[in-house]
C-alpha cells in the first residue's frame, strides 16, 4: 500500500528541490541592488559653483528626477558650447544619464574618450564601475567584466564593496562558484556583522560556497544570516531567504530535524512563508510524522491558489491522508483538488486573454504614471484584472521589468513626438504671422526712411564741428551767450551807436565810459565762463555724434532687414518643415517598435502564466493517478473479503 503511493510522493519532493533551487538564487535577483547606480545610496549633493548657466539648467532637471529633460537640455547647450567651463563634468553627467536608459555603448564611448581626455583616476574608475553595473543589469555579463577589468585602483569604500559585490555575481553567473566565494569570503570578514553590505555577502557567499561543493561551509553563513536580528523589512525578507534555502537544502539531504529549525524562523506573513509551510511539512513528512506535517499543509492548502506552494498543499494533503489509511477522506480532497486545479487553470486562461487583450500593459501604465521615461522607473500599483494573484511571477522577472521599462519608454517617445508635431504646428502658425507683419510693416518703414535723410544731419554736425573748432581756435567768448547775455549785448551796441552820435559833450563822455566798463564786464564774464561753455559744447557735439551714429546703425539694420529678413524667414520654414520630416518618419517607427515590444512583454507574461498551466497539467495528473490508485486499492480490498467469505 505505502509502495503504490511513492509516485506521488516522489513527485512532490521534486517540486520542492525545484522551489529548493528557486530559494538559493543570488540574493540581488530578488532584492535589487544594495546601492544605486547613480552616485551612491545617498541622494547626490547639488553642486555649490556652477559658472555656466545652462549646465545649472541641465542640472535643475537632474535633480528633480527628470532625466529626458535634462540630458535633452545637456544636449542642446553642449551643440552651441553654452557650457564651456563644464566641459567635462557635462560629459560625464551626460553618460551617466545614457547609463540610467541602459545605453551603455554610447555612454562608454563617453568615458573613453574622458579618459583619452586625460580624466583623473578616480573620475575615471567611478565611470567604469558605473558601466559595469549597468551592463550586468542588462545581462551583458561579458561586457561587465570587461569594464570592471579596467578599473586600475582601488574604489571609495562603498563603491568598493558593491565591486566586490559585482564581481562574484559575474563569477557566479558563469559558474564559477570557487571565484565568487574567494571575492565574497574577504569582504564577509571585513565588513561590520549587521551592515547591509556584509549580510549580502555572507548569502551569496554562502550560496556560492553550496553550489562550489562546500555545503557544510555554506550552510554555515546561511544560518548565521538567518539567525540576525533586524528591523529593516528588506533584511527581514533577506532573512526568511536564507533559512528557506537552508531548510530545503537540508530537505534535499534527508535532515528533517535541521530543515524543521531552520523553517519554523521564517515569518508566517512574509513572502516566503508559503514555501516555508510547504517546506515544514516535508520535514514532518521525512520523519514518519504525517500528523504533524497535516498541520502546516492543510493551513497551506486554504491559501490563494495563485502560489505553486498552495497548489503542491493540495495535492500534499490527500496523500498524507491515503499514507494514514484514511483513503475516502483523500479520495475527496483529491477530487477537491481536481476541481481546484481546473478552476485555476480556467482562470489562468482568463488572465492570459486579458494581457493579450492589452489589459495588462494599459492597466500598469495608467495606474504608474511618470512625467518622463527612464531606468530608475518603476512599478508600484498593481492594474485590476479578473485574477491580479497570478501577476506577482511575472511581475517579479527582471526580463519583465525591462521589456516593460522599454516599451513604456516606446510610449513616452511616441507621445514627445506627437508633442513636436503640435509644436511645429504652432511654430509654423508663428513664422506666418511674422511673415505678415513684416509685409505689412515693411511699406511704412519705408516711407518714413524717405522722409528722414540721414546725409542733411551728417552736413549740420560737421558744420558744427567746425564752427567749435573755430571758437575754440580764436576763443571766441561771444560764441556761447545766453539769451540774457545776448540780450545784454544788443542793448550795448544800441548805446554804443547812440554815444558815439553825441560827440565830445561831457555828459556823453561819462556815458561812454559807463558804457565801456559795462561792456567790459560782459566781456569778462564771458571769458570766465568759456572753458565750462567750452566743455559743454564738446559734450553735445559728442552726445550729436553718438546719436547719429546710432541712427546709422537702425538705418544699416534696417537695410540689412529689407534684404536678409524674408531669407531668414525662409530658412526658418526649411528647418521646420525638416523637422517635421524627420518627425513624421520616426513616428511609424516608434509606433511599430511599440507595438512589437508591447507583444514581447505580453508574451513574456504568457509564457509565465503558460508554465503555470503547464504544472497545474501535472498536478491534475498526479491526482488523477492517485485517485485511480485509491480505487485500485479499494478493489482489491473488495476482491480479498470474497475470496475469504468463500
Not at 534696417?558 to 524674408?566: C, F, G, I, S, Y
Not at 507595438?595 to 509564457?607: G, Y
Request: hydrophobic fraction near 45%.
Amino acid at each position: 500500500m505505502r509502495d503504490g503511493a511513492h509516485p506521488i510522493r516522489r513527485a512532490l519532493r521534486l517540486a520542492a528541490c525545484v522551489l529548493a533551487l528557486a530559494c538559493a538564487a543570488p540574493a540581488h535577483a530578488q532584492f535589487g541592488w544594495v546601492k544605486s547606480l547613480w552616485p551612491s545610496t545617498k541622494k547626490p549633493e547639488p553642486p555649490t559653483s556652477v559658472q555656466d548657466p545652462h549646465y545649472g539648467d541641465s542640472l535643475f532637471y537632474f535633480y528633480q528626477g527628470r532625466y529626458f529633460s535634462a540630458v535633452t537640455n545637456l544636449m542642446v547647450s553642449q551643440h552651441f558650447d553654452r557650457m564651456p567651463k563644464h566641459a567635462d563634468e557635462a560629459e560625464v553627467l551626460r553618460g551617466g544619464l545614457f547609463l540610467s536608459y541602459g545605453l551603455h555603448r554610447e555612454a562608454g564611448e563617453i568615458f573613453a574618450k574622458l579618459i583619452e581626455k586625460g580624466a583623473p583616476p578616480p573620475v575615471r574608475d567611478r565611470a567604469w564601475f558605473y558601466l559595469a553595473k549597468i551592463r550586468y543589469q542588462r545581462g551583458l555579463h561579458a561586457q561587465a567584466e570587461e569594464a570592471l577589468a579596467r578599473i586600475e585602483r582601488s574604489l571609495p569604500a562603498d563603491l568598493q564593496e558593491d565591486r566586490v559585490l559585482l564581481q562574484a555575481q559575474l563569477a557566479m553567473a558563469r559558474g564559477d562558484y570557487a571565484g565568487a566565494a574567494r571575492a565574497l569570503d574577504a569582504l564577509a570578514k571585513s565588513g561590520k556583522p549587521g551592515s547591509d553590505v556584509a549580510l549580502y555577502a555572507r548569502y551569496n557567499l554562502g550560496v556560492a560556497m553550496i553550489k562550489g561543493g562546500e555545503a557544510a561551509k555554506g550552510a554555515a553563513l546561511l544560518d548565521e544570516v538567518g539567525r540576525v536580528p533586524t528591523g529593516s523589512e528588506e533584511f527581514r525578507s533577506l532573512r526568511d531567504k536564507a533559512n528557506v534555502a537552508l531548510g530545503f537544502s537540508a530537505l534535499q539531504e534527508d535532515r528533517a530535524e535541521d530543515a524543521r529549525r531552520s523553517l519554523e524562523r521564517v515569518r508566517l506573513t512574509g513572502m516566503l512563508a508559503n514555501k516555508a509551510l510547504l517546506g515544514f511539512g516535508w520535514a514532518a513528512a521525512s520523519g514518519k510524522n504525517l500528523n504533524a506535517a497535516l498541520v502546516p499543509w492543510t493551513e497551506l492548502a486554504q491559501r490563494d491558489p495563485s502560489d505553486a506552494a498552495v497548489l503542491e498543499a493540495k495535492l500534499a494533503v490527500p496523500y498524507a491522508y491515503a499514507e494514514l489509511g484514511a483513503y475516502g477522506k483523500a479520495l475527496g480532497l483529491y477530487q477537491d483538488a481536481i476541481g481546484a486545479f481546473e478552476q485555476e487553470n480556467a482562470r489562468l486562461d482568463e488572465s492570459i486573454a486579458a494581457i493579450r487583450a492589452g489589459k495588462l500593459l494599459a492597466g500598469l501604465i495608467e495606474r504608474n504614471p511618470g512625467e518622463e521615461m527612464g531606468w530608475f522607473w518603476n512599478i508600484e500599483q498593481l492594474p485590476e484584472l479578473p485574477h491580479s494573484g497570478h501577476l506577482a511571477p511575472v511581475l517579479a522577472q527582471h526580463e519583465f521589468q525591462e521589456a516593460f521599462k522599454n516599451y513604456r519608454d516606446l510610449l513616452f517617445l511616441a507621445r514627445n513626438l506627437k508633442q513636436w508635431e503640435n509644436s511645429l504646428d504652432v511654430l509654423r502658425a508663428m513664422l506666418a504671422n511674422r511673415r505678415q507683419a513684416f509685409a505689412e510693416r515693411l511699406p511704412a518703414v519705408r516711407e518714413r526712411e524717405k522722409s528722414i535723410d540721414l546725409g542733411i544731419y551728417d552736413g549740420k554736425r560737421n558744420a558744427l564741428q567746425a564752427e567749435l573748432a573755430r571758437v575754440e581756435r580764436e576763443a571766441d567768448v561771444a560764441a556761447f551767450a545766453d539769451a540774457r547775455e545776448r540780450e545784454l549785448r544788443a542793448r550795448i551796441d544800441s548805446v554804443r551807436a547812440i554815444v558815439e552820435r553825441g560827440g565830445n559833450d561831457p555828459e556823453i563822455a561819462a556815458a561812454r565810459e559807463r558804457l565801456r566798463r559795462a561792456a567790459g564786464a560782459l566781456a569778462w564774464q564771458q571769458t570766465q565762463n568759456f572753458a565750462d561753455r567750452l566743455w559743454q559744447a564738446k559734450k553735445n557735439l559728442a552726445e550729436l555724434e553718438r546719436n547719429l551714429g546710432e541712427a546709422h546703425a537702425r538705418d544699416a539694420a534696417l537695410q540689412k532687414a529689407q534684404r536678409d529678413e524674408p531669407a531668414k524667414l525662409d530658412a526658418f520654414a526649411a528647418r521646420i518643415e525638416a523637422l517635421a520630416a524627420r518627425v513624421k518618419a520616426l513616428q511609424p517607427r516608434v509606433a511599430e517598435l511599440a507595438a512589437a515590444q508591447q507583444n514581447q512583454v505580453q508574451e513574456l507574461a504568457v509564457a509565465e502564466l503558460a508554465k503555470q498551466k503547464e504544472r497545474l497539467a501535472a498536478y491534475v495528473s498526479q491526482a488523477r493517478f492517485a485517485v485511480a490508485q485509491i480505487y485500485d486499492r479499494a478493489n482489491l480490498a473488495k476482491g480479498d473479503g470474497g475470496a475469504a467469505t468463500r
